[in-house]
């Protein structure tokens, strides 16, 4: 077993202990249900994991250590109240959904995001990762992914593009950020081909990291990776703005009526990781 896998491991094995759910050695649940908090209900979500291309709720779902799990466990208590939910101080919005497509105009899978907020002013698109950054990997784009296709796309994505194209293994998922980008630029160009309104459009990326992160290498190399690709792309109409899950549970903490499911959230998924 790799360094980089052991930590992986270590990690899940503490999420199964914190969990305290009926699961398999590799930390797998047998049904979704089981993998939910408290006041989070299957019918609120369900369709929308159904309809997303990633096939969640098959497999994946069923996994204690889930980047669609904790995303649906943290954000589902608001599906029904999006008007109370703020996202690094944004707020004002009146819809929610899960696994959300945007098309980028080219063949193949479009762009899944994790949760999709819509409302006035704000447009907030959030790519959740759990674990998944921890495992480094080569950014890879498909043939079709050439510059004259995207005429829409600003200069400061296309370069990140080109540069990652020429670059090593990275914490960070540049070529799934790209991909979003791509599908919210291209809805920001559809909406102004109709004349409906643009609002303020965002990509979020949101991340899961234990408490003593800064203890960790893996984290803190993950870390410079966003404050270098956000400088990078800091020019362009999409915002990009990255938040952990911690921060965000703290943000959420101002909010009376959901203080209780930040507690619950924080039981199962705030946790120390051994160095």
């Not at 098959?58 to 996994?63: G, I, M, S, T, Y």
């Not at 809805?187 to 203890?215: A, F, H, K």
Request: with cysteine; net charge negative.
């Amino acid at each position: 077993m790799s360094e980089q896998s052991g930590l992986v491991a270590n990690i899940q094995k503490t999420l199964r202990t914190s969990a305290a759910l009926p699961c398999d050695a590799q930390g797998y649940v047998s049904r979704p249900e089981e993998n939910l908090l408290p006041g989070v209900s299957l019918d609120q979500f369900k369709e929308d994991l159904s309809n997303g291309g990633g096939r969640e709720l098959e497999r994946k779902f069923l996994a204690v250590h889930s980047s669609s799990a904790l995303a649906v466990n943290s954000f589902c208590p608001f599906k029904n109240h999006p008007e109370a939910l703020t996202v690094l101080g944004r707020k004002g919005f009146t819809h929610l959904s899960f696994e959300k497509q945007l098309t980028t105009g080219l063949k193949g899978t479009p762009p899944n995001l994790d949760v999709f907020l819509s409302g006035n002013p704000h447009t907030v698109a959030i790519e959740s990762k759990f674990l998944e950054y921890l495992t480094p990997k080569k950014a890879e784009f498909s043939a079709s992914y050439v510059r004259d296709r995207f005429p829409y796309a600003e200069s400061s994505w296309w370069d990140v593009v080109e540069e990652s194209k020429q670059g090593g293994v990275k914490h960070l998922d540049v070529a799934q950020l790209v991909k979003h980008y791509l599908g919210l630029k291209t809805m920001i160009d559809q909406r102004r081909q109709t004349g409906t309104p643009v609002s303020s459009v965002c990509l979020v990326y949101l991340y899961w990291e234990p408490v003593n992160w800064m203890d960790l290498s893996e984290c803190r190399a993950h870390g410079e990776e966003i404050v270098e690709f956000s400088k990078k792309v800091s020019d362009a109409q999409v915002t990009f703005l990255s938040l952990s899950y911690l921060d965000l549970w703290r943000e959420w903490e101002a909010i009376p009526a959901f203080v209780e499911h930040v507690q619950r959230l924080q039981t199962r998924y705030r946790i120390a990781v051994e160095v």
